[in-house]
């Protein structure tokens, strides 16, 4: 699965952020703990500073949308983050 979503993001899947793959991991965009599946649908690629920060410490949420752009929302949704294009196509 990381592999699948390695090429599928090629980098931090929050907004504005491009840090390889090597420097991130894979977060479930809804948690184990709720029932979050780990499928390929539900995991994100994400720097150590927007998992381990803006998300389990700031509250922040992130949506992955149908196009595979990914939306970031603050805690009290005054602030939403939007990546402007989808993901290039894997080679």
Same mark, same amino acid.
């Given at each position: 699965?990381?592999?699948?979503?390695?090429?599928?993001?090629?980098?931090?899947?929050?907004?504005?952020?491009?840090?390889?793959?090597?420097?991130?991991?894979?977060?479930?965009?809804? %948690?184990?703990?709720?029932?979050? &599946? /780990?499928?390929?649908? *539900?995991?994100?690629? =994400?720097? #150590?500073?927007?998992?381990?920060?803006?998300?389990?410490?700031?509250?922040?949420?992130?949506?992955?949308? %149908?196009?595979?752009?990914?939306? &970031? /929302?603050?805690?009290? *949704?005054?602030?939403? =983050?939007? #990546?402007?294009?989808?993901?290039?196509?894997?080679?």
């Amino acid at each position: 699965l990381r592999r699948a979503v390695t090429t599928r993001d090629r980098h931090c899947a929050a907004p504005g952020c491009d840090q390889p793959p090597a420097a991130c991991q894979v977060h479930h965009i809804t %948690p184990r703990s709720q029932g979050g &599946a /780990t499928t390929l649908t *539900n995991l994100l690629l =994400l720097c #150590s500073f927007h998992h381990l920060i803006l998300i389990h410490r700031w509250g922040w949420t992130i949506t992955l949308n %149908p196009d595979g752009t990914t939306t &970031a /929302t603050s805690p009290d *949704n005054h602030r939403t =983050l939007h #990546s402007h294009s989808p993901p290039a196509s894997a080679a």
